[in-house]
């Protein structure tokens, strides 16, 4: 979409557009890029006609009287994809897997609801590695997605299909989710914006649980301000979640009439190592170049536990999803294959449904959480976890506001390039350490390597991502006016 998610409602509410317009646009686009399975394969699941006659409710060509004050909708008819682990009751919720191909949900997340309220429209469920558990989107029982920039190279995962639906054009805001990564990592394979939030800012409910305590709806946006209205539309308390912050959220876009001077800027050590192209350091550092001239504070700092993110978040992780996937078992939704007995049935769904990656996670999590392992490796792990998080306490207790880092090791890699799980998993290196310590992180397009993007990543504390936001809008615009 050439408008802005703000020009859009602009226009929608003004009279100047019509919200049928704006989704013919979008699927235009999408036919145009190839959005379905023999091309980029970004949408696994939409209706069309439903979304039309959805768009013609909000014209009022019915007649009927849609939601409410037009006026208090800040997204007024700005079309919306949402990755496939969000439910809908409009379409299918299958996280990308043959255990949940047919399923349809009852409710909708509490962020569908809200991007609703809010007067934007859901027009379709994107692609996914299933059930989030991947860093590429080819773990997907529907087939990878495709980078729209290079389609011979992956978007990123585990929300790939989401940051391809708003790199490729086809919207300019999409939900993904992120457990270790998979909003940003993406985000910066495609070159656009992706926000993961502090855990707790965004209600899960209804969001399918892959690790409880690391999973959050995060926001990709064409620009920082699709980015700032798709979130600000999404947060805040939900009763329905427990984990949900009673904090309120601040009006995120009010953040690019903020000024650097004042802001520190901390750099980690550990996040440049060495090993790092030296390609995606000069754009780091060419960012921070840049935030200096404009104001800001400069400083280096160190998070002495990083380097042990990896394996902490591989012993966390696949030992809440070992929990969390139980319940698909074939008895009370989802695919059911008959076998011998009771146990055969389980076996034989489960053995069916769930792909080989799934079906690591969930054995290695089992084997962290049995009698004679979960003290040597679960309880460790969440040991090395608090001291994780005390190392963004004291950076940010100490005066630093805001974190500069690479989101990513490497740009977009090849489809199939990689086969090693352990080489996968290296790719949320410097993303799953927020996920660890619950903070808000977001990654900025800041260049690119070969014609393929880099973003720069920011970290800030717990709930304090107004003033991530404040950095991300000054780099957005100093790179937009080429300023050094």
Do not use: W
């Amino acid at each position: 979409m050439s408008l802005s998610a703000r020009e859009t409602a602009d226009g929608v509410r003004s009279g100047q557009r019509t919200t049928r317009s704006v989704v013919e646009e979008v699927f235009r686009r999408a036919d145009e890029v190839g959005a379905g399975k023999d091309g980029l394969n970004i949408v696994l699941h939409e209706d069309r006609e439903a979304s039309l006659r959805e768009a013609d409710l909000r014209d009022g060509k019915s007649g009927a009287s849609y939601l409410v004050n037009p006026n208090a909708r800040p997204l007024k008819g700005v079309p919306v994809y949402v990755k496939d682990n969000i439910a809908t009751t409009t379409l299918r919720t299958t996280c990308g897997s043959r255990i949940l191909a047919d399923y349809v949900s009852p409710y909708d997340a509490t962020v569908v609801a809200r991007l609703r309220k809010a007067g934007a429209l859901i027009v379709g469920k994107t692609n996914m590695d299933e059930f989030a558990m991947g860093s590429s989107t080819e773990n997907s029982a529907y087939g990878p997605t495709k980078n729209p920039i290079d389609p011979t190279r992956v978007p990123g995962g585990s929300s790939g299909g989401s940051a391809a639906a708003v790199a490729s054009g086809m919207v300019r805001i999409a939900l993904g989710s992120e457990t270790g990564g998979s909003v940003r990592q993406p985000a910066s394979f495609c070159g656009i914006v992706g926000v993961k939030p502090t855990y707790g800012r965004v209600s899960r409910y209804g969001l399918v649980a892959f690790a409880s305590s690391l999973d959050q709806v995060g926001v990709f946006g064409r620009t920082v301000d699709d980015a700032a209205l798709g979130l600000q539309a999404i947060a805040g308390p939900d009763p329905r979640d427990a984990t949900s912050s009673p904090i309120e959220p601040q009006a995120y876009h009010a953040a690019q009439h903020d000024s650097l001077e004042g802001l520190v800027i901390g750099r980690p050590r550990e996040y440049f190592p060495d090993s790092l192209d030296p390609r995606i350091r000069d754009i780091c550092d060419q960012a921070i170049e840049r935030l200096k001239s404009l104001g800001a504070e400069v400083c280096d700092v160190s998070l002495p536990h990083t380097s042990l993110a990896i394996p902490v978040y591989y012993i966390v992780a696949p030992a809440e999803a070992s929990s969390n996937l139980a319940r698909f078992d074939g008895v009370r939704y989802g695919l059911r294959l008959s076998g011998d007995g009771l146990e055969g049935m389980y076996e034989a769904t489960r053995s069916n449904g769930f792909g080989p990656e799934v079906t690591r996670r969930i054995l290695l999590g089992t084997y962290v959480l049995s009698a004679g392992y979960y003290d040597a490796y679960y309880r460790k792990a969440m040991a090395i976890r608090g001291l994780i998080r005390r190392d963004f306490e004291q950076v940010f207790a100490a005066g630093v506001h805001v974190l500069l880092t690479p989101t990513a090791p490497t740009t977009a890699f090849k489809l199939g390039a990689i086969s090693d799980p352990y080489e996968m998993y290296m790719s949320d290196i410097f993303t799953a350490t927020a996920n660890l310590a619950g903070i808000p992180g977001m990654s900025v397009p800041a260049g690119a390597v070969e014609g393929l993007p880099v973003g720069v990543q920011f970290l800030a504390s717990h709930f304090d991502e107004y003033r991530m936001f404040v950095a991300a809008y000054a780099l957005e615009r100093a790179i937009a006016g080429g300023a050094v």
